[in-house]
């Protein structure tokens, strides 16, 4: 059996192992968070450049240019 003078001493002991535990459950998830971010932003990293207008096309919203809204949706 462990011996300890004071209940204190179990107290600290006991506090520093949940520290010592939080902060190890705290670091999983965020490498967890940061392995789904990465899977998340691929795409975005990899995608060649959108070329610019051209000198007669009006300039258009991302939203628009990317195909995300039709001609019947603007108006």
Same mark, same amino acid.
């Given at each position: 059996?462990?011996? /300890?003078?004071?209940?204190?001493?179990? *107290?600290?002991? =006991? !506090?520093?192992? #949940?520290?010592?535990?939080?902060?190890?459950?705290?670091?999983?998830? /965020?490498?967890?968070?940061?392995?789904? *971010?990465?899977? =998340? !932003?691929?795409? #975005?990293?990899?995608?060649?450049?959108?070329?610019?207008?051209?000198?007669?096309?009006?300039?258009?919203?991302?939203?628009?240019?990317?195909?995300?809204?039709?001609?019947?949706?603007?108006?």
């Amino acid at each position: 059996m462990l011996y /300890l003078p004071e209940p204190r001493h179990f *107290l600290e002991l =006991l !506090l520093a192992t #949940l520290h010592g535990e939080v902060l190890s459950l705290i670091q999983a998830m /965020l490498q967890v968070l940061d392995c789904d *971010l990465q899977v =998340l !932003l691929h795409p #975005l990293q990899h995608r060649p450049p959108h070329p610019g207008p051209g000198p007669d096309q009006p300039r258009v919203s991302s939203w628009c240019s990317e195909g995300w809204c039709s001609e019947n949706s603007l108006g």
